[in-house]
T-cell receptor
Framework: EDQVTQSPEALRLQEGESSSLNCSYTVSGLRGLFWYRQDPGKGPEFLFTLYSAGEEKEKERLKATLTKKESFLHITAPKPEDSATYLCAVQAADTGNQFYFGTGTSLTVIP | DSGVTQTPKHLITATGQRVTLRCSPRSGDLSVYWYQQSLDQGLQFLIQYYNGEERAKGNILERFSAQQFPDLHSELNLSSLELGDSALYFC?????????????FGEGSRLTVL
């Protein structure tokens, strides 16, 4: 059973068209949920850490939120440079405190 | 630039062969993590070292091994290679012995097994 599921797999947005990416998880004893951005041919780049339900973090046009079952990455008025794959990872007591990554959402922002 | 250096960037080899991937962590980081990224499975945690000692093990095959040297660079050895080992191998580093969430990833080594 997948511990982390991201949706949609791919998303195409017009520049300025806001949307949300979803990361749902089934682990027990969540220690943290993390968002990373990965550009083609590059390693993932850390964006946010969320620790508890209700927590929110913001960075430029991105805002990450967390509930007891899922996290959302909201993208407001995206620009073409926001095009990337966004990865979600969870760390929990039943994952040996290691990260388990989802397969990501590939975002394309069209000018 | 994350400060993590991985070599080689690309590697093509044949089934049954052995390869070594190298990682230099960010200056001052004592933890090194190895991840495998394949198209259908996403990033899979393989192994973590902290200051030369193995700290945590994930889904690492017995054909794979790793070590961290006194100068803190790490090597991932892959032997008896199979077609399914073709993937991107990432190294990441952090300053903490515990995975706190903020990992700094290198650009990866792309392994192709023919």
């Amino acid at each position: 059973e997948d511990q982390v599921t991201q949706s949609p797999e791919a998303l195409r947005l017009q520049e300025g068209e806001s949307s949300s990416l979803n990361c749902s998880y089934t682990v027990s004893g969540l220690r943290g949920l993390f968002w990373y951005r990965q550009d083609p041919g590059k390693g993932p780049e850390f964006l946010f850490t969320l620790y508890s339900a209700g927590e929110e973090k913001e960075k430029e046009r991105l805002k990450a939120t967390l509930t007891k079952k899922e996290s959302f990455l909201h993208i407001t008025a995206p620009k073409p440079e926001d095009s990337a794959t966004y990865l979600c990872a969870v760390q929990a007591a039943d994952t040996g405190n290691q990260f388990y990554f989802g397969t990501g959402t590939s975002l394309t922002v069209i000018p | 630039d994350s400060g993590v250096t991985q070599t080689p960037k690309h590697l093509i080899t044949a089934t049954g062969q052995r390869v070594t991937l190298r990682c230099s962590p960010r200056s001052g980081d004592l933890s090194v993590y190895w991840y495998q990224q394949s198209l259908d499975q996403g990033l899979q945690f393989l192994i973590q070292y902290y200051n030369g000692e193995e700290r945590a093990k994930g889904n690492i095959l017995e054909r794979f091994s790793a070590q961290q040297f006194p100068d803190l660079h790490s090597e991932l050895n892959l032997s008896s290679l199979e077609l399914g080992d073709s993937a991107l191998y990432f190294c990441a580093s952090s300053s903490s012995p515990v995975n706190t969430g903020e990992l700094f990833f290198g650009e990866g080594s792309r392994l192709t097994v023919l």
